[in-house]
């Protein structure tokens, strides 16, 4: 009984093309939402270490303001509540906004707070050599910052992969919500327990690389 309601594999035979394409969109999600928050994020750090206390207090506004809103309020507030500003965008353009809104306000004080632990001398040495304060980042600086919080970036990368779940809640056909309409039609939650083992499947090695370089730069 056990195996039938939780386990039927002729259910997921009967529902795979439907899951395929909900899993195909998370990862079109994901192919579209990290690489655009890490650059966001990058770029607001880079503004930060180069600005005065002006751009350093708009850094800090935006990091605290979509690091404070959970993904789900802002994804909601996008689609239902942007279209009474006569801005209406679509679930997937909803989706990507919020994501990235929400992972670049962590990638962006990751990579800050490398920038920052940076020692002096490696500035001095960048501007000795003759290269201007953003050359001197860019090619001296970030660097050595986004190695030393590579764990950090990864952890995030994970923590906004699972986050393309919540774009359920708009109706946009990703892996969980292809899912949910599987179940309805196999009458049992085999789809769901599907698609749990795939994302264990998938994150569990991000998840394994990320707690060994954390704990790799707590020994350093």
Known sequence: MFLENFFDINAIIYTYPLLLDGFLLT?????????????????????????????????????DTFRSLP???????????????GIQLGSFASAVLALVLNGSSYYAEIVRAGIVAIPKGQWDAG?????????????IVLPQ???????????????????????SVVALPEFLRTAQIAQSHVYNP?????????????????ARLVSRLERGIATH
């Open 27 to 63: 990862v079109k999600l994901v192919a579209v939402i990290v690489p655009a928050g890490i650059a966001l994020g990058t770029i607001l750090a880079l503004i930060y270490a180069l600005g005065g206390w002006f751009t350093k207090a708009g850094f800090i506004l935006y990091v």
């Open 190 to 206: 085999t789809p769901l327990v599907f698609v749990a083992l795939v994302y264990l499947i998938l994150l569990w090695p991000l």
């Open 127 to 139: 501007r000795a050599t003759g290269l201007t304060r953003f050359q001197t980042i860019v090619y």
């Open 71 to 85: 993904p789900l309020v802002l994804l909601v507030f996008i689609f239902y509540g942007l279209p009474f500003l």
């Open 145 to 167: 910052a986004v190695r030393n919080v590579v764990g950090p970036l990864l952890g995030n990368t994970l923590e906004l992969t699972k986050a393309t779940s919540i774009c």
